[in-house]
């Protein structure tokens, strides 16, 4: 995806994506005129780029610019090179799940690892850090990508080195984003804000919304006063239950229709703890276990 910050129009950010001299997935975000560019938007969707850019060239509006004139400039930049690919990427689980073991911190605990892949799950996820430190970082990256265990990207795990070329990879091509169907249940989950740190990281994007409100309106769950904001933002969410990181903590809220469950590090208490969530008798149960 292409994300490109405009100049002298209501909409900040413009989303298209190129395949091949193919205009797709056009959005004007964050401001204006809706109704006006959900229309530019369809007709512009699947057309040749030779095609459409002289229709869009030197429209005026505002400013000298236009919301087409600006997906114009945009789309010769991305021609030109000069405006790069961005991607926030986003895992989807195959299928749907029953019962899911979720943690976070691992922080190269090969021993924390391996009691978590025993546990009774249809999977094991991981919020982010599998790295760490002063952990066992290759050989904890070499059994994830064996056991085929999907792990978030953490901040350790993007500043942190492995030594075979093969594990560094398995974490910086890492996803930011978890997507799954825990029964009736959308889930998603993610490590923590430093996501709005990184490059392609939009307000306007998908997700962006419930990462926001999470780690920057109520700073994981830990400003309780912003409980009722919180509750009606989550109408505007795309899914009903939030999985994160980030602070250390264990808690689990119910605000609206929606769960907030704030997972902590695996290791504490003398043992391994992480999250389990289960679709039981149509209702989503969530307890916080240790082996």
């Not at 087409?68 to 010769?76: E, G, I, M, S, T």
């Not at 895992?91 to 691992?106: K, L, S």
């Not at 993610?190 to 419930?210: K, M, R, T, V």
């Not at 933002?233 to 119910?254: I, N, P």
Request: contains cysteine; aromatic residues 10%.
């Amino acid at each position: 995806m292409y994300i490109y910050r405009t100049k002298g129009i209501c909409p900040p950010e413009i989303h298209f994506d190129l395949s091949g001299n193919i205009l797709t997935s056009v959005r004007f975000v964050g401001g204006g005129c809706r109704g006006n560019a959900r229309l530019i938007s369809r007709l512009l969707e699947g057309q040749e780029i030779e095609k459409v850019l002289p229709l869009m060239k030197g429209i005026q509006c505002r400013n000298d610019t236009s919301c087409p004139d600006q997906l114009y400039r945009a789309v010769q930049m991305a021609l030109a090179g000069e405006l790069k690919e961005e991607s926030i990427r986003v895992y989807d689980a195959p299928g749907t799940y029953q019962r899911v073991v979720v943690c976070a911190d691992i922080n190269g605990s090969v021993k924390a690892l391996q009691a978590l892949l025993s546990r009774p799950a249809d999977g094991v996820f991981c919020l982010g850090n599998l790295t760490g430190p002063d952990g066992e970082n290759d050989r904890v990256v070499e059994l994830a990508r064996g056991e085929k265990m999907v792990s978030l990207l953490g901040p350790f795990d993007r500043t942190l080195f492995c030594a075979d070329p093969k594990n560094q990879d398995y974490l910086l091509q890492a996803p930011l984003y978890l997507r799954l169907q825990l029964g009736g249940r959308r889930v998603l989950g993610f490590y923590g804000g430093f996501i709005q740190e990184l490059s392609g990281f939009s307000d306007f994007a998908p997700y962006s919304l419930e990462l926001l409100m999470v780690a920057n309106l109520s700073d994981y769950l830990r400003n309780e006063t912003v409980y009722p904001a919180l509750t009606t933002m989550t109408e505007q969410f795309s899914v009903d239950t939030l999985l994160f990181a980030s602070t250390g903590l264990w808690k689990h809220e119910r605000l609206g229709k929606v769960d907030f469950i704030n997972v902590g590090p695996v290791a504490g208490n003398g043992g391994y703890q992480y999250a389990l969530l289960a679709w039981e008798n149509e209702q989503l149960k969530v307890s916080f276990e240790m082996v």
